[in-house]
């Protein structure tokens, strides 16, 4: 590569060694601040380069800069409470009247284990998501109702049994210790700022855990917003002048940013 009066730097070549000429040029300016551009046979031409001070390259100033920041809290949580369901296996009896078709559980199910009348196992399928037609009876899980189909309504003598895993309630508190320390910092409360969560469809501690924490990545953080304002020119940065401003916008724990 050489020179020309026309423009800067060029390369002659038509590849380099360690990359695409264009990855060089890319990485050439962003080192030195030149600007580069492509020509129609590929040639990358760099601008003629800016006279500096070599001597800010050997020892280059830092940043000297005005900033302004607010913070935005409204999302901000350090600590989740998660309803979730537990499961356990309950029995329950029904007996019929001879006209009513619907038995309610005490709870909903995530499954069922048997289902007897009079001791006798009879047929049954989960309610509007197959067809019971020929069953006995179908479940709704989700509402926790029994429905009468194919079998004959019950009677006061006949006692209709349920044996099923019941979608018990269950609560977990889970709380991010580094955003309750930073929030305390800021407000000076203790700290906790609480979002309750209801995932009843979640039926597992471990897997309540981990939408808890998951929500707290996303939520255990501080926005701040505004502006900054270069002080004093910086040889890392050609394109920006003294006294230009540019908006920022971050998340982040810490509280010194």
């Known amino acids: 590569w050489g020179a020309t009066?026309?423009?800067?730097l060029f390369f002659s070549s038509k590849g380099c060694r360690g990359g695409s000429r264009f990855q060089i040029g890319n990485q050439l300016a962003e080192l030195s601040g030149v600007k580069f551009s492509v020509t129609n046979n590929k040639m990358i031409l760099f601008d003629t380069p800016i006279e500096r001070d070599l001597s800010a390259v050997a020892d280059p100033p830092r940043y000297e800069v005005d900033l302004t920041l607010t913070e935005d809290c409204k999302e901000f949580i350090s600590q989740v409470i998660m309803l979730y369901s537990d499961v356990s296996e309950l029995t329950q009896d029904f007996?019929?009247?001879g006209t009513q078709k619907e038995f309610n559980l005490s709870l909903p199910a995530y499954s069922v284990t048997s289902l007897k009348v009079n001791g006798t196992a009879v047929t049954w399928g989960e309610r509007n998501k197959e067809d019971n037609s020929n069953k006995d009876f179908s479940v709704d899980l989700d509402k926790?109702?029994?429905?009468t189909s194919k079998h004959s309504t019950l009677t006061a003598s006949d006692t209709l049994s349920i044996v099923y895993m019941g979608r018990v309630?269950?609560?977990?508190t889970v709380t991010n210790g580094d955003a309750k320390t930073l929030w305390a910092n800021i407000s000076g409360?203790?700290?906790i700022v609480t979002r309750v969560e209801e995932?009843?469809?979640i039926i597992s501690r471990e897997e309540a855990q981990e939408a808890a924490e998951n929500l707290l990545t996303q939520y255990a953080r501080i926005y701040y917003e505004g502006a900054y304002?270069?002080?004093k020119h910086v040889f890392a940065l050609p394109a920006m002048n003294v006294g230009d401003k540019q908006a920022?916008?971050?998340r982040s724990r810490n509280i010194s940013l």
């Open 5 to 8: 009066d026309e423009a800067g």
């Open 95 to 97: 007996k019929g009247n």
């Open 144 to 147: 926790g109702v029994i429905y």
């Open 169 to 172: 309630p269950a609560r977990l």
């Open 189 to 191: 409360t203790p700290g």
């Open 199 to 201: 995932a009843r469809d």
């Open 229 to 231: 304002s270069l002080k």
């Open 248 to 250: 920022i916008t971050a």
